[in-house]
């Protein structure tokens, strides 16, 4: 298809604003899904996408629209939404012209609204305000049309009011893509360029890499070359999804589609790469790679240590298909044989375990999740911890701590709530500004730590669900940090080891202290269990010796859950871990370990 026939557009929205459910309607409207093989988020292929209601890895069809006599193909790029996705986000845009900025109408704009409309316009995309849901008895698409207005400029009337649910106004909107979004420019008789936006593994095919082609040509059987490895590879196909992929006589200026080489391994087709022809290699490439970073670290071991090879067998395998994911073997004291594992975020942690056990149907056991800390010594070393117990010995200068900028959406009643949870999450405020009479942003810097784990949620909960949140890496800031170590009879039990502030080393001391001696069933002698910072003991609790009657009078706690540790206890000795004198059943630390 010629350039000027060509609309390479994306959806982009807070999350739950309708994207997929627009993306449905838009491939029914083209025809190029049927009535009958239509199903709900039809491009959420994954199961989990799919059971959660999110989409994770983003998606292009190619759809045929038509306007008077001209017959154009859109491409459209469906996006994650959710921040630990943002990177991916970030290339989908950058594959584009033009985006459709949806607004659930009945919500108005969101933290993932602005984010994204910003991410948008440093692209130089030509946005489109929609408001979507307008079916909803709730919506009130006169006032956030107005928000929307304001916020990118222009006329309340230029937004669209569409219902992906019931298919009003997304004609209009497949026209308005084709008006007012421009063209592809390139240039078609230089080297070949062409930027990958994604690329995911298939068991079939190996691996499919997703590209939009920026200048030249990319044609089947041609030798191809990525430009940050200098790889070469053969193509064995290449078409468009429409949405099964289609082979085609090649990619042209402007056109999305993919390739498969064969390959087997998603790290030899990097997210951001270009593609270049091997016989005519383009020298610069489209724009500057970046490898995603693992902003979150946590221990995943098999409950099972006979799963060991299994479970890397399986991140191997997942790896091929998520190039963000980093793992490498550790050893712990308490719970055996397993991996130091890096993600992108919280969700990416919880979907890949879930994947691990769904998928190669392992038990898995995480340890508490970390940032990553640099740890200044007094030799001027710096150490890289990815690991609490790998926290270094000796004189500490400085320890730094990643931070974010965020940004908070909220209704302005609620904004003394979001100041003084900020406040207690050591929160910088940046600035305040409002969007419209009773909505307001605000901008914090704000440690990663205090953001990742439980933050949301206290944000939802004190502002009864309203306020959004998104955030973006802000470099590292000096904290007063310490490293709390967790001891059972005078040893160090590794999985428990925690860098946390200053102030909060003593309420996770005595919280972990307590726990632990609520599970760890009694020996036949008194141990201690103890809390330090260095070699200050800042908490102790003791589990008392053994008596004979010990379950008839089990003391506090919950009866029923000890009886089921100690008949697992029974089962083998082979799961009891000894930590010093100690004899602890794994699974005491895996409750322990567990969040309730
Ligand atoms: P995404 O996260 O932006 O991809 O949002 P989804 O397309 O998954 O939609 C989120 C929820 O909103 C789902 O329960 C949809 O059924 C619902 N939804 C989406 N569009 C509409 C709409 O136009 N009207 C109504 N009433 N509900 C919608
Ligand atoms: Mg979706």
């Known amino acids: 298809t010629a350039p000027n026939l060509l609309r390479n557009f994306c959806i982009i929205a807070h999350i739950d604003h309708g994207k997929s459910t627009l993306a449905d309607r838009m491939l029914q409207l083209t025809g190029v899904v049927d009535a009958r093989a239509m199903r709900a988020q039809y491009l959420d292929r994954m199961d989990i996408e799919r059971e959660r209601g999110i989409t994770i890895k983003s998606q292009a069809v190619r759809m045929p629209w038509q306007v008077g006599d001209a017959a154009y193909a859109l491409n459209m790029i469906d996006t994650p939404g959710h921040v630990d ?192 022809s091997a016989v005519k290699p383009a020298t610069e490439p489209v724009g500057e790679y970046r490898e995603p970073r693992p902003m979150v670290f946590s221990g995943l071991f098999p409950i099972d240590g006979s799963d060991y090879p299994v479970l890397r067998d399986a991140l191997d395998k997942l790896k091929l298909n998520d190039a963000a994911l980093a793992f490498e073997p550790e050893t712990s004291v308490a719970l055996g044989f397993g991996f130091r594992c890096g993600f992108l975020g919280l969700l990416h942690l919880e979907i890949v375990r879930e994947r691990l056990e769904r998928e190669f149907n392992l038990d898995l056991i995480s340890t508490a999740p970390n940032v990553v800390y640099e740890v200044e010594m007094e030799d001027r070393t710096t150490v890289r911890v990815t690991n609490p117990s790998g926290f270094p010995e000796g004189k500490v200068m400085e320890v ?129 269990i103890q809390a330090a910072v260095g070699a200050r003991v800042i908490a102790r609790e003791t589990v008392r010796a053994l008596r004979k009657d010990m379950l008839a009078k089990c003391y506090g706690g919950d009866i029923t859950r000890k009886r089921k540790l100690l008949e697992k206890q029974k089962e083998g000795k082979k799961r009891m871990k000894n930590i010093g004198r100690v004899e602890v059943p794994q699974e005491a630390f895996i409750a322990a370990l567990g969040s309730e």
């Open 400 to 528: 730094r701590e990643p931070v974010v900028k965020a940004t908070i959406l909220c209704p302005s009643e609620f904004i003394g709530a979001v100041m003084e949870l900020c406040q207690n999450r050591r929160g910088i405020q940046l600035g305040m500004d409002y969007l419209s009479a009773d909505r307001v942003e605000l901008r914090y810097t704000l440690p990663l730590a205090e953001i990742v784990f439980d933050f949301f949620d206290q944000l939802k909960s004190r502002t009864r669900g309203y306020a959004s949140l998104d955030y973006e890496p802000a470099g590292t800031q000096a904290a007063d940090l310490v490293k709390v170590d967790i001891l059972l009879n005078h040893e160090t039990v590794d999985a428990f080891s925690a860098i946390v502030h200053k102030d909060k080393a003593y309420a996770y001391g005595v919280m972990m202290a307590g726990k632990l001696r609520e599970i760890i069933p009694r020996q036949q002698f008194e141990v201690p």
């Open 85 to 276: 996705f943002t990177y991916e986000v970030s290339r989908s845009l950058a594959a584009c012209e033009g985006a459709v900025l949806l607004v659930d109408a009945a919500q108005g704009i969101e933290a993932q609204t602005l984010a994204n409309l910003y991410l948008a316009m440093e692209n130089d995309l030509t946005v489109i305000p929609v408001l979507n849901k307008i079916d909803l008895p709730a919506a009130q698409p006169e006032k956030y049309a107005e928000e929307l207005a304001n916020l990118i400029g222009g006329d309340p009337e230029d937004c669209l009011r569409v219902s992906g649910k019931t298919g009003a106004g997304v004609t209009e909107l497949l026209d308005r893509i084709v008006a007012d979004i421009p063209h592809p420019v390139g240039d078609a008789d230089g080297p070949a360029r062409a930027v990958i936006f994604d690329s995911v593994y298939d068991t079939y095919r190996g691996v499919v890499t997703y590209v939009r082609v920026v200048d030249g040509h990319l044609s089947p059987r041609e030798r191809i070359t990525m430009l940050s490895t200098r790889a070469t590879h053969d193509l064995l196909e290449i078409g468009v999804s429409s949405p099964e992929p289609t082979p085609t006589s090649g990619l042209g200026v402007g056109e999305v589609g993919y390739l498969i080489t064969g390959v087997k391994d998603v790290r030899q087709s990097r997210v951001g790469d270009t593609v270049t």
